[in-house]
């Protein structure tokens, strides 16, 4: 079983819709949660960031993390096509000596 | 305010020499890492640095070595290149154990 577990997609999102992403951790240690977004060629760009359960939400980005479920999801609310790129999970965990563990990524392709 | 840079952005290197990377974090962040990228084994923890000192390690051969400067640079050196350590190599910073800003990244192609 991988750390960090992401779908690696694609997933396939309408212009102006709703994009789900999942993400789920292993350790049930792990304390802080992060969403980076990466397009083609590019670095991980950071876009949100959580540390305790429930959401968080900033502009059209919401973050929702359930630590007894251990999982953590991203949403895209009204997709847009600049928003097509990969997706990246990253968790830290407790005490493990490992800055960042990061999932395969989800790919996600908005479509005008 | 000047974000992470990594020098050089391309690097082509033959098999069995070494290479050094460069790493100047974001103003006042003390906090650097090391990642490497690849299709097959995704984005992979190298080793982090604070202060000059290394904190934590990754899980890679002693061939991949770093060290930080007084004023928060860091390197990260590869030796005996293999075609196998083509990759991404991403630099990060962070204020401190919390959220990690990437620099634009150096790729490497060993032939």
């Known amino acids: 079983q991988k750390e960090v577990e992401q779908n690696s997609g694609p997933l396939s999102v309408p212009e102006g819709a709703i994009a789900s992403l999942n993400c789920t951790y292993s350790?049930?240690?792990?304390?802080?949660f992060f969403w980076y977004r990466q397009y083609s060629g590019k670095s991980p760009e950071l876009i949100m960031s959580i540390y305790s359960n429930g959401d968080k939400e900033d502009g059209r980005f919401t973050a929702q993390l359930n630590k007894a479920s251990q999982y953590v999801s991203l949403l895209i609310r009204d997709s847009q096509p600049s928003d097509s790129a990969t997706y990246l999970c990253?968790?830290?965990?407790?005490?493990?000596?490992?800055?960042?563990?990061f999932g395969g990524g989800t790919r996600v392709l908005v479509k005008p | 305010k000047a974000g992470v840079t990594q020098t050089p952005r391309y690097l082509i290197k033959t098999r069995g020499q070494q290479v050094t990377l460069s790493c100047s974090p974001i103003?006042?962040?003390?906090?650097v890492s090391w990642y490497q990228q690849t299709p097959g084994q995704g984005l992979q923890f190298l080793f982090e640095y604070f202060s000059e000192t290394q904190r934590n390690k990754g899980n890679f051969p002693g061939r991949f070595s770093g060290r930080q400067f007084s004023n928060s640079r860091s390197e990260m050196n590869v030796s005996t290149l293999e075609l196998g350590d083509s990759a991404l190599y991403l630099c990060?910073?962070?204020?401190?154990?919390?959220?990690?800003?990437f620099g634009q990244g150096t790729r490497l192609t060993v032939v």
């Open positions: 103003s006042g962040h003390r906090s």
């Open positions: 990253a968790v830290i965990k407790r005490a493990a000596g490992i800055k960042l563990t």
């Open positions: 990060a910073s962070s204020l401190g154990r919390q959220e990690e800003i």
């Open positions: 350790d049930r240690g792990s304390q802080s």
